[in-house]
């Protein structure tokens, strides 16, 4: 059975900390990964991965994939209170579903 | 586009009502997907369309839920009879064919609370 299992659940810092939320997966047939954003409404998407070892970053976030150990990270440097949110990594599947297998997620709070 | 749209954003219903949620996705996709939200088991997909077809109801808990995509341009999923521990937020999502680079577009939920 297809799964994806994110760590730690949840995670306390303090304005200026930098964060690592990590994403480890379990899937046939994986074509690639996806981590959103979720505040109070719905999941907005931040990187999509596909390829191991290329960093892809945007602003103080940035991610990386490992397709031999079958995982992700997010990093964020220089945290801001507006960065407090539930991050949610999900898996894309190599078949003809393009449905997305998400993961439990991460609840970051971030403290001023 | 406005993004994928769905009514009501919150609902309060008592047990045993029906409940009908609505959704339309964003024009051109040809994926669309129900997933539910809930602390204890996070995002779960209950059922996804292909063209319109269900293609994958595995996720649907109970034959008290269902669901229908008339035409391209809406969805609708249905409880009945409600139970209080259907509460949930419930979320629609679109996608197109292909890796388009950024998955799933999600609508805004709707809370669904049953008292």
């Known amino acids: 059975e297809d799964k994806v299992v994110q760590s730690p659940l949840s995670l306390v810092v303090h304005e200026g900390d930098t964060v690592t939320l990590n994403c480890s997966y379990e899937v046939t047939n994986f074509r690639s990964l996806l981590w959103y954003k979720q505040e109070k409404k719905a999941p907005t998407f931040l990187f999509m991965l596909?390829?191991?070892?290329i960093e892809k970053k945007s602003g103080r976030l940035s991610s990386i994939l490992d397709k031999k150990e079958l995982f992700s990270i997010l990093n964020i440097t220089a945290t801001q209170t507006g960065d407090s949110a539930i991050y949610l990594c999900?898996?894309?599947?190599?078949?003809?579903?393009?449905?997305?297998?998400f993961g439990s997620g991460t609840r970051l709070l971030v403290r001023p | 586009d406005a993004g994928v749209i769905q009514s009501p954003r919150h609902e309060v219903t008592e047990m045993g009502q029906e409940v009908t949620l609505r959704c339309k996705p964003i024009?051109?996709?040809?994926?669309l997907f129900w997933y539910r939200q809930t602390m204890m088991r996070g995002l779960e997909l209950l059922i996804y369309?292909?063209?319109?077809?269900?293609?994958?109801d595995s996720g649907m808990p109970e034959d008290r839920f269902s669901a229908k995509m008339p035409n391209a341009s809406f969805s609708t999923l249905k409880i009945q009879p409600s139970e209080p521990r259907d509460s949930a937020v419930y979320f629609c999502?679109?996608?197109?064919?292909?890796?388009?680079?950024?998955?799933?577009?999600f609508g805004q939920g709707t809370r669904l609370t049953v008292v």
């Open positions: 024009s051109g996709h040809d994926y």
């Open positions: 369309f292909n063209n319109n077809v269900p293609i994958d």
């Open positions: 999502a679109s996608r197109g064919r292909g890796t388009n680079g950024v998955g799933a577009f």
């Open positions: 999900a898996v894309d599947r190599l078949d003809s579903s393009y449905k997305l297998i």
């Open positions: 596909t390829s191991s070892g």
